[in-house]
């Protein structure tokens, strides 16, 4: 089944009993059982609900895993892998990640005797230094957020199996449409599910992805016993957003391209950070791991002035300044104080994140509108 195909029938059936095309919302919390234990698989909706069970399985098949998991955000996502671990082990991250990635492991897991490692990971070889036998975890972005750099995942996959170590990938830049790191040998996918695959800035959820059963039971034990869970309403908007996935992704792909390469060559930029440009660091990687580059941009200005990249951001239109990203329309970000203000200064200065670094969602508006609006933005500096 290709793409296209999935994304608007993978794990969708017509309801049984009326034949309705969409999955209902099963908006209930209990099931009536006929005697106890008697019942048809379902029996509280913290533990399963057949709205989030059809979403699970289409997520599962967009990432060609086997089993999926939904959770009420990428972070509840996130926090059920960690707590797969005890006291005493680690966990190897690469050193530019989300900033509500980083908080969660330096903020609330490294008191419970979790030991994190910050690492670049643009050569897998890198990692290899920090493993050790209390490693348990190798957590990574690509494209990383929000500095667009690639890493090899089939590359650090050979490391993490060769050490016996698993392998985590937020796949949420580049969404399954773009690549699908369980080909590669990773041991699980997150994705915040708020962003690209929801759509439409109107959800908040996050989904593990994984192959192997065993780990997916004690996943699905974390998920039901700690209760972070979407309600059916969500689960239902994302199996919608999800349909046209592929569209949508196409018209980011094609207006991240035309923007990168407008803001290129704009005099008041220093630097553009898009994985489709062939000088972009590990280009080749992105080609052989990704079907197109994807539509999140990251530029510097010249100066690396905050009041200039504060009067950019004041001055678009379009672009609406707001956090997240993934959705039809277009937004734009500050990193150093919106997404990326936990990560201490010194630290996110060493990844290149400046404090003009600006960070671009580009949407499914018409490209010349987008351009226009950047203009006319750049010209208040």
């Not at 050569?123 to 667009?148: F, V």
């Not at 504060?310 to 277009?330: I, P």
Request: proline share 5%; glycine share 8%; charged share 25%.
């Amino acid at each position: 089944m290709k793409f296209g195909t999935k994304a608007i029938h993978a794990g969708v059936k017509p309801d049984p009993s009326t034949g309705a095309i969409m999955t209902p919302i099963y908006q209930t919390s209990t099931y009536v059982q006929k005697s106890p234990g008697d019942h048809l698989g379902y029996e509280y909706s913290r533990a399963h609900n057949p709205t989030r069970t059809a979403l699970q399985d289409s997520l599962a098949a967009l990432e060609n895993g086997k089993h999926g998991l939904c959770f009420s955000s990428g972070l509840g996502a996130i926090d059920a892998v960690i707590k797969l671990l005890s006291p005493g082990d680690e966990v190897i991250s690469t050193n530019d990640l989300y900033g509500g990635s980083y908080r969660i492991f330096t903020k609330i897991f490294t008191k419970y005797g979790i030991k994190f490692h910050f690492v670049s990971m643009d050569d897998p070889a890198s990692i290899e230094p920090y493993i050790n036998e209390r490693t348990r975890l190798i957590w990574t972005e690509t494209p990383t957020n929000p500095m667009m750099n690639i890493i090899d995942v089939e590359a650090i996959a050979k490391i993490a199996k060769k050490h016996h170590v698993m392998l985590g990938v937020d796949n949420t830049f580049a969404t399954p449409y773009l690549q699908n790191p369980l080909d590669f040998g990773a041991d699980l996918v997150m994705h915040s599910v708020t962003k690209y695959l929801g759509g439409h800035s109107d959800v908040v959820m996050g989904a593990l992805i994984v192959n192997d059963d065993e780990l997916a039971e004690r996943l699905a034990f974390i998920q039901n016993s700690c209760g972070a869970i979407p309600g059916p309403q969500d689960c239902f908007l994302v199996l919608r957003g999800i349909k046209t996935l592929h569209l949508r992704m196409e018209r980011h792909c094609q207006n991240g391209k035309t923007i990168a390469a407008y803001l290129r060559t704009h005099p008041k930029v220093e630097k553009v950070f898009w994985p489709g440009f062939e000088d972009h660091p590990n280009h080749a990687i992105a080609k052989k791991q990704m079907r197109d580059f994807g539509g999140m941009i990251s530029f510097t200005l010249k100066d690396n002035r905050i009041e200039d990249a504060t009067t950019v951001l004041e001055n678009l239109h379009y672009f609406a300044l707001a956090e997240s990203l993934g959705g039809v329309e277009s937004l734009c970000g500050h990193p150093a104080t919106m997404t990326h203000a936990s990560i201490p200064k010194e630290d996110r200065e060493k990844i290149g994140l400046s404090d003009s670094l600006i960070r671009l969602s580009v949407g499914v508006e018409d490209a010349e509108d987008l351009k226009e609006d950047l203009a006319r933005a750049m010209d208040k500096i």
